[in-house]
């Protein structure tokens, strides 16, 4: 068991760096990593999600695959636009179904063993948080106009003095989710597999080890990591869903405080 340890330990230290963005080719100066072939990959997906449900509607959906993405796009509708932006709600859905999908179809397909989290890399949910900022400080521009947008920062009520203090705390923090939004859905990914790839290692490692010295022992812990393995896996399939669910609900709380100020 010993062996199978320090054979852990040392394939463990080098596990980070099957998370780093390597370029896979280069276009006209441009490099192409692993994680934008993959975000490239996730977009076609996305749209032949879109293009089939949308050619194939029924009243009555039968089939299995129309049935998740209407429930889908029924979920975001209701359960996000509705409820959390209110008046005005129906022209921001699609918006909110791309988010939604995008990140879904993403982060599920970062769960099959071999394939690249999108999700799981700062560029990719940097961008995604700069598209959901833009997005909705277009739509409070576009709805309150330049000054009452600005002016829509300080919440009504607040004492003459303190508006200056509270319109640059207002403002840092509005400034800041573009932030928060990209690091959460980063964090979250990331260190769900990592602990997936670090439970597979120790899994992979002890069962070699027991089958190749026929040692019933250091086969206890192997199959001890699988079972931490499959429950993790369980787990990560929730996050994948709870992920997506919270990077759209906050962006359409960002654009229901954009266009209706408080």
């Known amino acids: 068991m010993g062996e199978a340890l ?3 330990v040392e394939e463990a230290r080098h596990l980070s760096e099957t998370f780093d963005s390597h370029t896979v080719f280069s276009i006209g100066g441009w490099d192409i990593s692993q994680y934008t072939l993959y975000m490239f990959f996730i977009l076609a997906l996305v749209l032949m999600v879109v293009l089939i449900g949308g050619r194939k509607l029924q009243l009555v959906p039968k089939n299995k695959f129309l049935n998740t993405v209407e429930y889908g796009y ?3 509708n209701t359960s996000i ?3 959390v932006i209110g008046e005005g709600f129906k022209k921001h859905i699609p918006f909110l179904c791309t988010l939604f999908f995008f990140i879904l179809i993403a982060n599920v397909v970062g769960l099959i063993p071999g394939a690249k989290a999108t999700t799981g890399t700062i560029s990719i949910t940097w961008a995604l948080a700069a598209v959901s900022f833009v997005y909705f400080n277009f ?3 576009k709805t309150l106009g330049v000054f009452g947008y600005i002016k829509s920062l300080v919440p ?3 004492p003459g003095p303190m508006v200056p203090v509270i319109w640059v705390l ?3 923090s509005m400034v ?3 932030l928060t939004l990209a690091v959460r859905l980063y964090g979250n990914m990331l260190a769900g597999h990592m602990v997936l790839a670090v439970f597979s290692l120790a899994t992979t490692v002890f069962l070699q080890q027991a089958v190749f010295s026929m040692d019933f022992v250091t086969a206890l812990p192997a199959v001890a990591w699988f079972v931490l393995l499959v429950l993790m896996y369980a ?3 929730l996050v994948a869903f709870l992920q997506a669910y919270v990077f759209t609900i906050l962006s359409a709380s960002y654009i229901g405080m954009a266009v209706h100020p408080h």
């Open 139 to 141: 739509y409070g521009l």
């Open 170 to 172: 207002e403002f840092f």
């Open 156 to 158: 009504s009520g607040v």
């Open 6 to 8: 320090n054979k852990f």
């Open 81 to 83: 636009g509705q409820d």
């Open 176 to 178: 800041i989710r573009v």
């Open 74 to 76: 029924d979920f975001v």
């Open 235 to 237: 787990m990560e399939c």
